[in-house]
């Protein structure tokens, strides 16, 4: 379990290390923007109203699946801000068990600089997406607790 | 009455948040449509009111309380000659707009609308002057009715005189628009209202900094507005309402000032204006919306008009050159905003990027959801401009979009 755990703070660990090798905040959200265009984050057809976290700003769909005892996140946004930020979410919490979603602090995002996408009003959609991540995992989680 | 006050450099200097940097840039304040900056003689009265006058009002023999509330009271009588209204007393004490809107859905709409009547609103209003009538309609069994918008963001009269029928009872308007900017011909729309009895409500929010309001030469039946948007503080704002319609209505919420007398058995009200004044008001608001109304009249509307007029046909003569930049709202008559959408870059990512820039606009859909529908739009970026803006702050809004661009 602490293993899993640490391996959630490994991986925002190396994020960042990453963001620490730029100078300004341009060259920071350039970089986001990259990671936000690079990704198929989630399959079209999966876009749909009921895997969608609205907010006033931009639109988030998220979707998860339990895979061998880990949850397997997709999502995206219209905006690429908010994509190349998802992006970072994902890979640190996807491929994770559930437990440890549950418990991550994510302070990462803090960390690097982008605390202003973590304020409530800022970007709803980000706030309602860790939210909705650790939903998931908590619903994963309790599935895998009391088997039917 | 002093000179007016006309260099803009002497204006800006009045607000002390216009000093501030964000992100290391100086600040670019371009978010006026969601609320103004205050000059210091506003943010002065309120803290002289704390500092010095701070008690209830309408109540205490004391002379902190008559103090206070003398000064409560004069900026009603501020508020009266500022729309010209016939009487003090048709000047009510809001906690803003929305709260204005609340009250005459939920005292004069109760009271008037019946099953199958219709109440009229426009295709450009913001959630505050849509939902309050929803709410209405649900509960009475009414129709709430849309005017539609023309492309260009403009009230189709046409069609307006169209919906109105036999069974029109109400029609809540929106003087300017707050994401397309439209200033709509208000006067013609109560004028063809009035012709066949019916009340109309005009939503000012977004028109009382930039138009001079005359309620009587308007023949408006209600006029709502809010404080923060004209430079005062926030949560106050003033509904005015024609005196016979005021006294015809019920008290919306009970308690404090709006009591005359109460037993367990009955309790009479209170005549206007307090009969819609229950409990204890934003006293400290009221007394910063008097100054706010100062500092306006120390410019002059023409000064501001034209100023913000300027910086808006100036912010499109410069924005029009960007391309795959597109209006949203390209009215005739529009007061002091520009609102726009960048082919394949979403309006979130936009304000992210020109806020690194110390620049602050509003993106989304400006609490006007039907509007962005309408134009199929996610939301748009807006400007929106206030009396201490500058042709040169339009220039930096300028190169930030051109940096926007260039990073996506």
């Given at each position: 379990m602490v293993g899993t755990v640490g391996n959630i703070e490994r991986k925002e660990q190396e994020i960042i290390d990453e963001f620490s090798l730029f100078d300004d905040w341009m060259d920071k959200y350039e970089h986001i923007i990259s990671l936000g265009k690079e990704?198929?984050?989630?399959?079209?057809?999966?876009?749909?109203e009921d895997l969608l976290i609205k907010g006033c700003q931009s639109r988030v769909w998220l979707h998860a699946k339990l895979e061998n005892g880990k949850v397997i996140f997709t999502a995206d946004s219209d905006a690429i801000i908010t994509k190349g930020i998802i992006n970072l979410l994902i890979s640190v919490l996807s491929n994770e068990e559930p437990d440890a979603i549950v418990n991550a602090d994510l302070s990462f995002i803090d960390q690097i600089g982008l605390k202003e996408h973590l304020s409530p009003t800022r970007s709803n959609g980000l706030v309602s997406m860790v939210k909705q991540m650790k939903l998931y995992a908590l619903a994963f989680k309790t599935q895998l607790n009391n088997p039917s | 009455m002093s000179e007016l006050l006309t260099d803009i450099e002497a204006i800006r200097a009045q607000?002390?948040?216009?000093?501030r940097e964000v992100n290391g840039k100086p600040l670019i304040y371009l978010d006026n449509g969601a609320t103004s900056q205050k000059p210091q003689s506003v943010i002065d009265a309120i803290s002289h009111y704390y500092e010095y006058e701070n008690s209830n009002i309408h109540r205490g023999v004391h002379t902190l309380s008559q103090d206070a509330t003398a000064a409560y009271e004069d900026v009603r009588k501020k508020v009266q000659k500022f729309i010209n209204?016939?009487?003090?007393?048709?000047v009510i004490f809001t906690s803003g707009t929305t709260g204005g809107i609340n009250l005459v859905a939920s005292s004069f709409g109760e009271n008037l609308v019946r099953k199958g009547d219709e109440i009229l609103i426009t295709a450009m209003e913001h959630h505050s002057n849509i939902v309050p009538w929803q709410m209405l309609c649900e509960r009475k069994g009414a129709i709430l009715k849309v005017i539609p918008i023309s492309k260009?963001?403009?009230?189709d009269i046409e069609e307006f005189k169209k919906l109105i029928g036999p069974k029109t009872e109400l029609i809540s308007l929106v003087?300017?628009?707050?994401?397309?900017g439209t200033i709509n011909p208000i006067k013609e729309m109560i004028d063809i209202a009035h012709a066949q009895n019916i009340p109309v409500m005009i939503d000012g929010a977004q028109a009382i900094h930039h138009i001079p309001v005359d309620v009587q030469e308007l023949d408006c039946d209600f006029y709502v507005f809010s404080a923060h948007k004209m430079y005062g503080p926030t949560g106050v704002g003033i509904l005015y309402g024609k005196e016979e319609l005021l006294n015809d209505m019920a008290p919306w919420q009970g308690g404090g000032d709006m009591i005359k007398n109460v037993t367990f058995e009955k309790t009479t009200y209170n005549e206007l204006p307090h009969k819609f004044e229950a409990g204890t008001p934003n006293i400290a608001g009221g007394i910063g919306l008097g100054a706010a109304i100062d500092f306006i009249n120390s410019i002059g509307y023409d000064f501001i008009g034209e100023h913000e007029a300027e910086l808006s046909r100036f912010a499109v003569s410069q924005l029009r050159d960007i391309k795959g930049l597109r209006f949203i709202g390209t009215a005739k008559e529009r007061a002091g905003l520009v609102s726009f959408v960048l082919d394949g870059i979403h309006p979130y990512d936009t304000g992210v990027i020109l806020d690194k820039l110390g620049i602050a606009v509003r993106t989304g859909h400006h609490c006007t959801q039907p509007v962005m529908n309408f134009f199929e739009v996610p939301g748009t970026v807006r400007a929106s401009f206030a009396v201490y803006n500058t042709k040169q702050e339009v220039i930096r809004l300028v190169e930030g979009i051109e940096r926007v661009k260039r990073m996506f």
């Open positions: 990704l198929p984050l989630i399959e079209e057809g999966l876009k749909t | 607000f002390p948040i216009l000093k209204a016939k009487y003090d007393h048709e260009e963001g403009e009230i003087h300017v628009s707050n994401s397309l």
